[in-house]
């Protein structure tokens, strides 16, 4: 299955933006009804996080949601094998600024899961030599090519089985960490602070890399725009952080988050049981 599907996305690339857009939120119409646990989990992050909503208003989202995340699981195709030229124009950077203004100092971009976080990186990566970690897949052809896509332009990915460390000391010789922190990875090294006024599991691990390391926190949030394209937005860094509790930190990043999901509430990932973990005594949701 693996093959069927990378070799379609192999073929896609060749197709105008636009084009493979549609065809992208075609099939994430399709996949909606075809995933139904997935589809269970949206509906559940939707109805915790937006219980004023009425049922029609989650479900419209939810489908969204579902449109949005194919799509750009469509479009790795073109940020994996498509020429570097396109991929530049595929993503404009905005404000920029703020991490060449740290050049040569320790950096974490803290990239929230939005639809387009694999574009940011990529565009990033072709300007900045970056680091960031990610997770093997099971499938060992699915991981090489990812792995190998994700790489292309020069970022180096540390394995979270590996562990942290090693990203780490490649962020302190000058490449910006591309941090991803904000799905529940379970109890350990983790807070409850609210996320939509829900306790979430919420690592702690921003302010304990900007601590250990003296790094400025450069949030950078991905936008997909409607027809083809992303915008990378990159915000001005963090002042007093971390504040020396790890609690306020975590609910000051959630809250960040908050703010730019009320902004595109279809393209964050909600097919992630981001409330798996539960507080002591509290029942499981999904």
Not at 65 to 72: G, M, N, P
Not at 76 to 90: D, I
Not at 172 to 198: E, K, M
Not at 263 to 278: D, G, I, V
Request: hydrophobic share 45%.
């Amino acid at each position: 299955m693996s093959r069927i599907v990378l070799g379609l996305m192999w073929l896609l690339r060749f197709l105008p933006s636009p084009a493979i857009a549609r065809i992208g939120s075609g099939m994430g119409a399709l996949m909606f009804w075809l995933i139904p646990e997935r589809r269970k989990v949206t509906r559940i992050n939707l109805a915790k996080c937006f219980p004023s909503m009425s049922d029609a208003e989650r479900e419209r989202l939810a489908r969204a949601h579902f449109r949005i995340f194919v799509r750009a699981f469509v479009e790795r195709g073109v940020l994996w094998w498509a020429p570097a030229e396109r991929v530049r124009n595929l993503v404009n950077l905005e404000e920029v600024e703020h991490l060449r203004a740290l050049a040569g100092k320790p950096v974490i971009v803290f990239a929230p899961h939005f639809a387009g976080i694999d574009a940011g990186g990529m565009r990033l990566s072709q300007d900045f030599q970056m680091v960031s970690m990610y997770s093997r897949q099971k499938d060992r052809r699915f991981d090489r090519i990812l792995y190998e896509g994700r790489t292309r332009f020069g970022i180096r990915l540390v394995s979270r089985q590996d562990g942290i460390r090693k990203a780490l000391r490649i962020m302190q010789a000058g490449a910006p960490f591309y941090y991803l922190p904000d799905l529940d990875f379970g109890p350990r090294s983790s807070v409850f602070v609210p996320f939509f006024g829900v306790p979430a599991a919420t690592v702690t691990g921003l302010s304990y890399i900007a601590r250990i390391t003296g790094a400025s926190v450069v949030p950078c949030v991905t936008r997909m725009l409607p027809g083809g394209g992303y915008v990378a937005r990159l915000y001005r860094p963090w002042s007093d952080f971390p504040s020396g509790d790890d609690a306020a930190d975590a609910r000051r990043m959630n809250a960040f988050i908050e703010e730019r999901v009320l902004e595109m509430p279809e393209q964050y990932h909600w097919l992630h049981k981001r409330f798996k973990t539960r507080p002591p005594g509290e029942p499981r949701f999904y």
